[in-house]
């Protein structure tokens, strides 16, 4: 009957979620480790990898996103190029290949666009219009900082929940509008 | 940096002027002529009124790099021409003697006596000068007097003593003056104020009761020494002493100018006292000072011209017998707008030198000898509340008449430089002078025609001429105009009409029309030459075959002409005055030009023959028998030649407007490419050398010959028409405020003896040249009250002017007090009503105004309100029309101080006016104000009308405004603010409370702010819109107190103080490049402040000091295509550049220059021109170009060696001069 109360059960529960989170952990390592990706032999892209990615994993990540999302800003501005576009497909393998083993990693609203980007491009043919959506989402991303932009410089400010007030020492029209409504 | 500066219009103002026989006895005429010495800051001016003209002229002018605080002219007993004493900032004491054959002033004598610099106790502001010549006195404003004893040598060269002193410590002086005591020991007069009790006591009770006193100082010729003789005490309101004549003459003693009254003084004479009549609406609280004086004395009789503060001059007169003097009257003379100084001619002129505005030159009508309004000693009233006031009505002139100005900017209050004319060249548009007397003046490089006649023709001509009927004739008889396929001959008279018996063919055009050899004319046509003589008889030459003439050249005696296909012709006139063919030659190709130089004097012919061609090139052939047309040298061209002129420059010794230079033969080309060439010819080989060349305009630049002020001059007639002419000394060339001109020829008649006639369009033109010497030619609007700033509305092209008064009625409270007064007193008082001047302070909408307006403001002065009230408009003006299109006048005591357009991001309303006011602003006892506003306008009716959008009340005073990324930057008091527009006023969104005093500039380039304080310097900041913040990254160390500020580039400032200095400061360029890379934007936030100030700090990398407070600065080009540089207006009515050197090798050689200037040519007030332009902060980076500008004035072997140094020739540098001053203007 003890093993049955109930707080058996959730002390055993929680014993095992906590071995599964363990486990979890090592594969993760293992994943990541060069052992790793040696075991990982048939995967057939793992050649591709840079070796660099083997030492700082977490880090490399980032910044490969951070270059990701920088070369598609500079794919933005100067035009699309197809080169790019072949290029784009083998890093989108690279990182569904990386997602599943759950890395913990923090992108900007910025990159989130990108990634779901990144999960869904499969064929080459559709990555055209594939990034005019994400040109698209980047502009509107802009526009909206420039909105935000705007307020703060007539008057406004965020406390820590995100939500706007205005400055005591600023004044404002009755009719002016507010960001709160505006920018939900 | 390296700049050059250089002064374009010498200031125009007038500090103090004094009147004397400097050029001594004339040579031509018995009688003594009077010249006018006029102190302007820092230049000297000698004037003198032509008697036949009525005209002042400029004798000349030198900046003598130090300021003029006093003149005082003196004349040795016996001797026949007058010396000039000249009390300056140098420390030093100087006596000038113009020498008129030279035309130049001579130090005789310079003494030093104290520290340069404009100091409290270091003499040089207070001048006199014993009647008789034998002393003077120059005193500071406390404590030191000294005393010159001026005789002559066995030579009768003037000798002056060592300085005896009369000194008083703690004692201020307030007036001097030489009392005229005959023979006797020489006199002076001083109103003196003691301080030391005042100073000592700290309840202030001595200070209330402090008592000004009446000191005479005796100078003892005898023993060599000066006493303090007598010290009386007199009226408190005592500030400028008159001497009245004594010994034989009159009373001697003194006239004591008081607030209120005037008073005679003299040792042992009881005081006469009499006062001074008061305008009859001046409020009660009022004084009545005199400004100004001037004496009249004659063989027989004496009097005084007193002038108060609001422009009326009143005549004094002394009944006296012997010694006693029993009776001061005082009588109403004539109003005229407030002088500094008055001067009397003995001709009968009255030299009036404003205080603001022209300075104007009266002639006497009549001495004040009609009954008129009289104060008078003898029936001087006491009561009980003081003494019993004399009223009366100022009235229109009636013992003066005006009859020549010279214009003045004095003070300009703002400047801006911009095409709004569509000109060549860009137009100064500058805001100037005081109260009534204010104007926006427009200012245009070149000189000013006056058109005398203007007729239309039948067609559109293609050339004129004028010619006489004999060489010695005074006037032109015939002016010749050639169509395309006819010639059109009128006759010179009473009028000008067409004549038909000339005899010129007028059947074709003509090519030419001369006179040749004494009295017969020629006339050039493409088929022939016509000779008319004298007689009547007419000789015609044909061209052989079917050539025909393309082209003439001509003098006097020789002709030459170019037929087609390049064949050149030479007709000489022989002895019975035939013209004869002489010599014949092939050009290889077409000749383009022609010139024959003038025969010189007492010579058959002349020598040189210019001929121009098609291959770029200008030859000089030989006209001699021996090698006629030879060529003697050749001279290659950057385009085809249009037009040649030779100019003969005669010898000259100096002399009233030259100086010395030897005789010359100019070469003048226009070139096809709208290039002026210009080229000395060598008198005796024809070589060329020397040459010059200027861009004139977009046509090929015609020249043809004229004659101005007695000389030969070139007119050159490009897109718009240059004259070439001799001023002073200096060939100068200078643009003619004229439309585009066809053709013109010099024209001389019974009422114009030195015009030109041109023709332009189908219009033929006679004008006259004017102001010769002038830089800039001006076009004045006049305004209602003073000019704070103005903005060009640069759509429309309209200007807002904002203009402000304090103590004077608005413009609508004058009209119903003038009703009123007109009412009450019914008919004319003083005989003054109804004389139907129009008003002339200058909105069109008052033209039409009542005919009871008895009074032009500008003349009068504005009737004196409570000096608490102000008074104050908005403009807006269209410059072309020069119409006012709209007139806001402010209400309830507020005065307009800012103004600025601005576009608000949303766009609503388009570009909207802001003006920033202050409301009852009052500076005395301390400075208070009620409040502060910032008006928001909108344009309507097309730009030319305001509506008020609303109305922002502020703190402060809002000295500065400027438009900043959408919305609207404000200095409010010491408040830097960014506003928004709302909907019923502006919103304040951002401010800076960290500015040490009072923002009075901002200006802004991308997202930096540049902030002038007014004590502070300049401010560098920057706003952040993430952070909605303003932040300081950058300020000056160097306190400034700044009148003048302008943007020059992302780093640096241009500013100017109110001690008269420029200087730029600069971001050095790291710390410029570190705050732009500064991408979180903590830096700028977090950095800590340097000196109580802002983090970084500025550096100042040019130093100048002007010598004039700079109320306005500018950077523009004022020459097509020209670099830009910084252009100033001063105070003093001047108007300066600053153009920044491109290459070191040009530094290098003004800085030598300069330097060798100053050694040899050292200022002529004594100042050291170093130290005069380091007197605040050490001279950086600035070549003084009016002292380089001097070069060619000095004496020729001086320059010589001069230019020995540097390396070059005298001609070398005189270019090089002229260069520069091109690229400026």
Redesign the interface.
């Known amino acids: 009957m003890h093993n049955k109360g109930a707080r058996h059960i959730a002390a055993e529960s929680r014993l095992r979620e906590k071995e599964l989170s363990k486990k979890h952990e090592i594969n993760k390592r293992l994943a990541l480790s060069s052992d790793a990706s040696h075991s990982n032999s048939g995967n057939p892209r793992t050649g591709v990898k840079p070796t660099s990615i083997k030492e700082k994993p977490l880090i490399e990540e980032t910044r490969r996103a951070i270059l990701e999302a920088q070369s598609s800003r500079f794919n933005d501005f100067k035009g699309k190029k197809v080169s790019h576009d072949s290029k784009w497909t083998t890093t989108s393998s690279f990182d569904s290949s990386v997602a599943p083993s759950d890395v913990p990693m923090e992108l900007s609203t910025g990159n989130t666009g990108l990634r779901e980007w990144n999960c869904k491009g499969e064929s080459f043919a559709g990555n055209q219009t594939q990034d005019k959506l994400f040109s698209d989402r980047q502009t509107e991303v802009r526009k909206r900082q420039e909105q935000e932009l705007r307020f703060t410089a007539s008057g406004w400010k965020r406390d820590g929940h995100g939500r706007w007030y205005r400055d005591e020492n600023v004044e404002f029209d009755s009719d002016e509008d507010d960001p709160n409504v505006c920018l939900s | 940096m390296y700049l050059y500066s250089l002064t374009l219009q010498r200031a125009t103002g007038a500090v103090c002027a004094v009147i004397g026989s400097f050029s001594g006895r004339d040579s031509k005429k018995s009688a003594f002529t009077q010249e006018i010495a006029v102190a302007r800051g820092s230049t000297l001016d000698l004037l003198r009124p032509d008697p036949e003209t009525g005209r002042l002229r400029t004798l000349l002018s030198v900046d003598v790099f130090g300021a003029i605080r006093s003149l005082a002219q003196f004349r040795l007993t016996g001797a026949n021409k007058d010396y000039l004493v000249v009390g300056s900032d140098s420390g030093r004491l100087v006596i000038l003697e113009y020498s008129p054959d030279r035309n130049r002033l001579d130090k005789v004598h310079q003494e030093t006596f104290g520290k340069s610099g404009c100091r409290r106790i270091v003499p040089g502001q207070l001048l006199a000068v014993d009647p008789k010549g034998r002393a003077l006195c120059i005193a500071a404003l406390e404590k030191q007097k000294l005393v010159y004893v001026l005789n002559r040598d066995a030579a009768a060269r003037l000798t002056i003593s060592s300085p005896l002193e009369a000194h008083k410590s703690n004692t201020l002086t307030f007036a001097l003056a030489a009392l005229d005591c005959g023979f006797d020991n020489p006199v002076f007069a001083a109103i003196e104020l003691e301080y030391a009790e005042s100073d000592r006591d700290p309840t202030g009770q001595a200070a209330n009761q402090a008592q000004k006193l009446l000191t005479f100082y005796e100078l003892d010729l005898g023993l060599n020494h000066v006493s303090r003789k007598v010290s009386e005490p007199i009226d408190n309101g005592a500030n400028l002493l008159v001497t009245v004549p004594g010994g034989g003459d009159g009373p001697s003693g003194v006239l004591v100018c008081c607030d209120n009254f005037v008073l005679y003084r003299n040792q042992g004479h009881p005081e006469i006292r009499a006062v001074i009549p008061r305008r009859a609406d001046l409020p009660a609280e009022r004084g009545v000072l005199i400004v100004a004086a001037a004496t009249h004395k004659q063989k027989s009789m004496f009097f005084f011209l007193l002038q108060t503060e609001y422009g009326d001059i009143f005549k004094v007169d002394l009944d006296h017998s012997g010694d006693t003097v029993s009776e001061l009257r005082i009588k109403y003379f004539d109003t005229i707008p407030v002088t500094s100084a008055v001067c009397v001619l003995r001709s009968g002129f009255l030299f009036a030198a404003s205080e603001f505005g022209n300075h104007a030159l009266y002639q006497f009508r009549d001495i004040g000898r009609d009954a008129d309004v009289e104060s008078s000693s003898a029936t001087l009233m006491e009561t009980e509340e003081g003494f019993q006031p004399v009223f009366f009505q100022p009235r229109a002139l009636k013992n003066l008449m005006r009859i020549d100005e010279i214009e003045s900017l004095m003070p300009v209050m703002d400047m801006r430089v911009a095409n709004l004319f569509d000109e060549e060249t860009p137009q100064l548009f500058t805001a100037c002078g005081r109260g009534p007397r204010s104007t926006l003046r427009i200012l245009r490089p070149g000189l000013a025609i006056s058109e005398m006649a203007r007729s239309m023709l039948p067609a559109e001509p293609i050339a004129v001429w004028t010619v006489k009927k004999n060489i010695n004739d005074m006037f032109d008889a015939y002016i010749v105009v050639s169509f395309t396929n006819v010639t059109l001959v009128l006759s010179i008279g009473e009028t000008i009409e067409e004549v038909s018996d000339s005899q010129f063919l007028d059947t074709t055009h003509s090519l030419a029309v001369t006179l040749l050899g004494e009295d017969s004319l020629m006339q050039v046509h493409p088929n022939g030459i016509r000779h008319i003589r004298e007689d009547g008889r007419v000789n015609e030459w044909r061209t052989p075959g079917k050539k025909t003439i393309t082209k003439v050249g001509s003098n006097r005696l020789q002709v030459v002409i170019a037929l087609s296909g390049g064949e050149l012709i030479y007709f000489e006139m022989d002895m019975t005055g035939q013209l004869m063919e002489v010599e014949k030659q092939d050009m290889s190709g077409d000749v383009a030009c022609l010139a024959i130089a003038p025969v010189p004097e007492g010579r058959q012919r002349s020598r040189f023959l210019a001929v121009g061609s098609y291959d770029n090139t200008i030859r000089i052939l030989s006209l001699d028998p021996d090698d006629c047309l030879q060529p003697l040298s050749v001279q290659s061209v950057s385009s085809a030649p249009e037009s040649l002129l030779f100019l003969e420059v005669q010898a000259s010794i100096g002399g009233e407007d030259g100086a010395d230079y030897p005789a010359n033969l100019f070469l003048n080309a226009g070139l096809q490419n709208g290039v002026l060439f210009r080229t000395n010819v060598d008198m005796v080989t024809g070589q060329l050398s020397d040459t010059r060349s200027r861009f004139l305009g977009l046509r090929p630049p015609k020249l043809f010959p004229c004659i101005v002020s007695h000389r030969q001059a070139m007119l050159c007639l490009s897109s718009r028409p240059w004259l070439g002419y001799i001023h002073q000394g200096h060939f100068l060339l200078t643009p003619l405020s004229c439309d585009t001109v066809e053709s013109a020829a010099s024209f001389s008649s019974d009422q114009c003896s030195e015009g030109v006639v041109a023709v332009a369009g189908d219009a033929l033109r006679i004008f006259t040249i004017e102001r010769l010497g002038e830089t800039f030619n001006e076009t004045a609007i006049p305004l209602r009250y003073t000019p704070r700033k103005f903005v060009i509305l640069p759509k429309k092209k309209y200007i807002a002017v904002i203009e402000s008064d304090k103590g004077a009625f608005s413009a609508e409270e004058r009209e119903a007090a003038k009703k009123e007064c007109l009412e009450a007193s019914g008919a004319a008082e003083n005989g003054n009503a109804n004389n139907g001047d129009p008003m002339e302070n200058g909105d069109g909408q008052e033209d039409g105004a009542e005919v009871g307006n008895t009074f032009p403001d500008e003349q009068y002065g504005y009737p004196k309100a409570e000096s608490e009230r102000w008074v104050s408009c908005i403009r807006i003006l269209d410059p072309r029309s020069r119409d006012t299109t709209c007139l806001l006048e402010l209400q309830e005591n507020e005065a307009a101080v800012s103004i600025c357009t601005v576009n608000f991001h949303d766009k609503e309303h388009g570009t909207l006016l802001a003006v920033g006011t202050a409301k009852g602003l009052q500076f005395w006892p301390r400075r208070t104000l009620a409040g502060g506003f910032i008006h928001v306008y909108k344009f309507v009716d097309e730009g030319r009308a305001l509506e008020l959008l609303h109305k922002t009340q502020v703190e402060e005073v809002p000295l500065a405004l400027c438009q900043f990324q959408g919305r609207l930057l404000a200095g409010v008091g010491s408040v830097l603010r960014l506003y928004?527009l709302?909907?019923r006023k502006l919103?304040?969104?951002?401010?800076n409370k960290l500015f040490p005093r009072t923002i009075v500039s901002i200006h802004t380039y991308r997202d930096r702010i540049y902030v002038g304080d007014m004590q502070e310097s300049f401010h560098y900041c920057k706003y952040r819109?993430?952070?909605?913040q303003l932040y300081i990254f950058a300020d000056d160390s160097v306190p400034r107190w700044l009148t003048a500020a302008q943007h020059i580039d992302f780093d640096t400032m241009a500013g100017a103080d109110k001690f008269g200095n420029i200087y730029f400061a600069r971001l050095p360029q790291d710390i410029s490049d570190e705050i732009e890379e500064d991408p979180t934007g903590g830096k700028i936030k977090w950095e800590q402040g340097k000196l109580n100030g802002a983090p970084n700090k500025v550096e100042e990398i040019v130093q100048f000091h002007v010598g004039d407070v700079v109320t306005c600065l500018q950077k523009a080009s004022l020459i097509p295509g020209g670099g830009e540089c910084l252009i100033y207006g001063t105070v003093m009515g001047s108007v300066g550049a600053l153009l920044a050197f491109t290459s070191r090798e040009d530094v290098d050689f003004f800085s030598h220059l300069e330097m060798h200037l100053r050694q040899e040519h050292p200022p002529l007030c004594g100042r050291d021109h170093m130290a005069y332009r380091s007197a605040y902060f050490p001279v950086k980076d600035v070549i003084d170009g009016d002292l380089c500008e001097q070069y060619p004035s000095l004496p020729a072997d001086m320059q010589r060696k001069i230019a020995d140094e540097l390396d070059r020739t005298p001609g070398e540098i005189l270019k090089k001069l002229e260069d520069i001053r091109n690229k400026i203007i």
């Not at chain 2, 919103?987 to 401010?991: M, N, S, T, V």
């Not at chain 2, 819109?1025 to 909605?1028: A, F, G, L």
């Open positions: 928004d709302g909907k919103l304040r969104k951002c401010e819109r993430d952070e909605n």
